[in-house]
Nanobody
Framework: QVQLQESGPGLVKPSQTLSLTCTVSGGSITTSDYAWSWIRQPPGKGLEWMGIITYDGSTYYSPSLKSRTSISRDTSKNQFSLQLSSVAPEDTATYYC?????????????????WGQGTQVTVSS
């Protein structure tokens, strides 16, 4: 059974880079069984898909966040990570890592069947 766990700082200052890591257990990020995403939910708003990394390391990003977002992986630790640069208070949100079956990308959060518990990140000075 695949499980996901987010980790990272809960407070980031404006203009800095937000960095989060998702640790995967019960499955490998290098097999084609799943693709791995970051999704966030600002307070009082809906889920926003940010980007995805597939089994072969290919990445795809939301057009609205592409210029500030990078997703990478550490196969030796079975982890994938998010970096969001030049953050502002509007980036305050609960950040989730998620997994969907298969190798294709999807911007629809409903397609992600496995979720981490989420981690709250606040952008404030």
């Amino acid at each position: 059974q695949v499980q996901l766990q987010e980790s990272g700082p809960g407070l980031v200052k404006p203009s800095q880079t937000l960095s989060l890591t998702c640790t995967v257990s019960g499955g490998s990020i290098t097999t084609s069984d799943y693709a791995w995403s970051w999704i966030r939910q600002p307070p009082g708003k809906g889920l926003e898909w940010m980007g995805i990394i597939t089994y072969d390391g290919s990445t795809y990003y939301s057009p609205s966040l592409k210029s500030r977002t990078s997703i990478s992986r550490d196969t030796s630790k079975n982890q994938f990570s998010l970096q969001l640069s030049s953050v502002a208070p509007e980036d305050t949100a609960t950040y989730y890592c998620g997994a969907k079956r298969g190798i294709s990308s999807s911007e629809n959060p409903d397609n992600y069947e496995i979720w981490g518990q989420g981690t709250q990140v606040t952008v404030s000075s």
